[in-house]
């Protein structure tokens, strides 16, 4: 295979963000460059020097007798993302780093008390994109930690710089997605046959659409797709006769799709397939 530039990347922050978290437990997002539901907090800016990933893999060699190595042994795996928060009175970001139980919000004030309290496992992502190529490290399971100082004076900005410890999870620490191009993805939706009355639904990366009637037209799906905050205005085509069966492209990309036809009379399998 011949060499290509485009294959070689670099980092930049994305506009809607760069580092979210969310409760442990919530559905694990779309790819990269998919849309990410509410409960994906922003953080906002990260410090200049962006994000380090560090890997660790501790081994042990094991000897023949005369010194030749037979067998090397891995005895420990770590991932460790850092990065520093740069919006120290951002109370997404103070809650993360000192707690969410430690950080009051009163009106305008903000108090933050700092104890010995461990900082809770969340899930999180990690967005970056490079020109038209998107990049996403998902955490399922993640603790953070402050390491080094935080520095109050007139010449910098006040800034925590933060560890991320990853948990195994599925056999997995993490799951990076690169989605290059429009990134789209498509699907096609089948209602069954029979329907005479009710409504069904399509569930896109958590989030769930109002009932759509039993027979609709294309412009219908559309427009309740794009209601759902992972989907958005614009970001969806829909084609198909009504009733179906529906063409859906999703522009922006889309993990998991399902859909439901439980409110259907009679009741009845709406299939979800890729294209």
């Not at 905050?229 to 084609?239: E, K, L, R, S, Y």
């Amino acid at each position: 295979m011949a060499s290509s530039a485009g294959n070689i990347l670099t980092s930049e922050p994305l506009a809607n963000g760069v580092v979210f978290r969310s409760p442990l437990g919530t559905p694990a997002p779309g790819p990269a460059g998919s849309a990410l539901p509410p409960a994906w907090l922003d953080h906002g800016y990260v410090g200049e020097d962006g994000m380090t990933e560090s890997e660790t893999r501790d081994k042990t060699e094991k000897n023949a007798f005369g010194g030749a190595v037979v067998k090397v042994l891995q005895t420990k795996y770590g991932l460790v993302f850092k990065f520093k928060f740069m919006e120290s009175k951002n109370a997404t970001v103070l809650k993360t780093v000192f707690g969410e139980s430690n950080v009051v919000v009163s009106g305008n004030v903000i108090t933050v008390n700092k104890n010995k309290k461990t900082l809770p496992h969340s899930s999180w992502v990690l967005d970056t994109v490079d020109e038209d190529t998107n990049v996403r490290n998902y955490i399922p399971d993640g603790q953070p930690s402050l390491t080094g100082d935080r520095v109050y004076v007139h010449t910098d900005t006040i800034s925590y710089e933060v560890e991320i410890t990853s948990f195994e999870k599925n056999g997995n620490n993490a799951v990076m997605t690169i989605s290059s191009a429009d990134g789209s993805v498509t699907k096609l939706f089948t209602l069954p046959g029979g329907s005479t009355a009710g409504t069904w639904n399509v569930y896109v990366d958590g989030e769930t659409t109002d009932g759509i009637a039993f027979n609709p037209t294309a412009a219908a799906v559309r427009t309740a797709l794009e209601a759902l905050p992972t989907v958005g205005a614009g970001n969806v085509d829909v084609t198909g006769s009504t009733g179906g069966p529906f063409t859906v492209v999703f522009k922006n990309g889309a993990g998991l799709v399902t859909a439901s036809g439980s409110g259907l009379t009679p009741p009845g399998a709406v299939t979800v397939a890729a294209v």
